[in-house]
Every structure is written in structure tokens, then in C-alpha cells.
């Protein structure tokens, strides 16, 4: 059973840098084809691909948010980081993380409210 | 403006059928790659509803379909339910600037 959980804070302050971890189970991110992905869902809106890692490293990110990312894993704990710098009230949202396979994201977690506010 | 276009929302009565359309570009269901649905029950983090075009994970109800051509792709859901009742976004993946990963504006559908 493959089950993700994000943490975080749930309030950052505008300039402030956002870490989220992403902690799953039931997967080995060291395997071919594998990864996971974040993507976010502001209130009452749609979802925004972020982010997204590979079994081997490789790293892609959302080329309007590019600047502002970095997402790296740690295979022996089974967790994945995203790192936004530079956080604004607009990035409000729910941040998912996601198990990727084939194209898609077959599992996801259960998601963290980040509110951006002084 | 997402990238791919749905229709902001969608009606019908239990029993019915309905059907939601996810337009693309030649960067992205045009280029060929596959289109995956995803239900988001009010609340709750989405769930993969159809994976490549038209294929259900398992314990997904045969009343949801999927079927793509060109640059769109269609979910139909029939013998509607009231718990149906969810924003339904699609998602394929993109070749141009716009981002590798892109997904639809979502469709909410009610059933009345």
C-alpha cells in the first residue's frame, strides 16, 4: 500500500523561504521509473504542477516557478523536499505530493495548507 | 490559463450520462501524449480516475470511460451517482515552455 504525507508549516511570512517534506511509504524511489512529484491547489482553484524527481536524480520544475524551487529526496529515509524562496500571499494553496509513474500521479498525499500572511 | 481547457462545470440527474472535454495543443494530447482524469470528492486530495487515455485503476467503477482524439480527450461517467458529485481534472504532460506536466482547470460536476 503506498500511502505520502506532507509536513510543513502552515503559516510563512511573505519573503520567507517554504520548506515541505514529503514522507511515503509502500515505494522505493530508487526504482526505475519511479518519482514524486508536488503540485499545489490554491483555494478554489485548480492544480499547478511544481515539481518533480526522478529514481536518478533528474529534477524538473515548473518553468514559471523555476527560479523559486528546489526539490531533492533522501532515498534511506523515504522523503522528498521541496524548498519555494521568496514566498508571496499569492502562493497560497494546498501542496501535494505525489507518486509519479507513466506519466501520471497515481497516489497522492493527503495535502498541506500553506498560508502566506504577515 | 490553464493549458489545457475544461469546462468550468457540469449537470445531470442521477442515472443520466454525462461527458467532460479536456482541449489541448499539438505540444501536448496532440503530440500524443496520454491524457489521465482525476477526482476530487469536495475536501479530499485528487485520485487517479483514468490513466493513459482510457484505462481505470483497479476498484474505479466501469461507469467512468475515458477516450481521447487529437488534440482532446473526453470522460464520460454514466449511470450518474450523487456521489459523483466532484471537480474531475485532466492531465498529460507537455513539450513546449508551458511546463512539463499541466493540467486542466478543472470541471465541476453536480448532480442535481
Known amino acids: 500500500q503506498i500511502t505520502l504525507k506532507e509536513s510543513g508549516p502552515t503559516l510563512v511570512k511573505p519573503t520567507q523561504t517554504l520548506t515541505l517534506t514529503c514522507t511515503f511509504s509502500g515505494f522505493s524511489l530508487s526504482t526505475s521509473g519511479v518519482g514524486v512529484g508536488w503540485i499545489r491547489q490554491p483555494p478554489g482553484k485548480a492544480l499547478e504542477w511544481l515539481a518533480l524527481i526522478y529514481w536518478d536524480d533528474d529534477k524538473r520544475y515548473s518553468p514559471s516557478l523555476k527560479s523559486r524551487l528546489t526539490i531533492t529526496k533522501d532515498t534511506s529515509k523515504n522523503q522528498v523536499v521541496l524548498t519555494m524562496t521568496n514566498m508571496d500571499p499569492v502562493d497560497t494553496a494546498t501542496y501535494y505530493c505525489?507518486?509519479?509513474?507513466?506519466?501520471?500521479?497515481?497516489?497522492w498525499g493527503q495535502g498541506t495548507l500553506v498560508t502566506v500572511s504577515s | 490559463q490553464s493549458v489545457l481547457t475544461q469546462p468550468p462545470s457540469v449537470s445531470g440527474a442521477p442515472g443520466q450520462r454525462v461527458t467532460i472535454s479536456c482541449t489541448g495543443s499539438s505540444s501536448n494530447i496532440g503530440a500524443g501524449y496520454d491524457v489521465h482524469w482525476y477526482q476530487q470528492l469536495p475536501g479530499t486530495a485528487p485520485k487517479l480516475l483514468i490513466y493513459g487515455n482510457s484505462n481505470r485503476p483497479s476498484g474505479v467503477p466501469d461507469r467512468f470511460s475515458g477516450s481521447k482524439s487529437g488534440t482532446s480527450a473526453s470522460l464520460a461517467i454514466t449511470g450518474l451517482q450523487a456521489e459523483d458529485e466532484a471537480d474531475y481534472y485532466c492531465q498529460s504532460y507537455d513539450s513546449s515552455l508551458s511546463g512539463n506536466w499541466v493540467f486542466g482547470g478543472g470541471t465541476k460536476l453536480t448532480v442535481l
Open positions: 505525489a507518486h509519479y509513474g507513466d506519466y501520471n500521479f497515481q497516489h
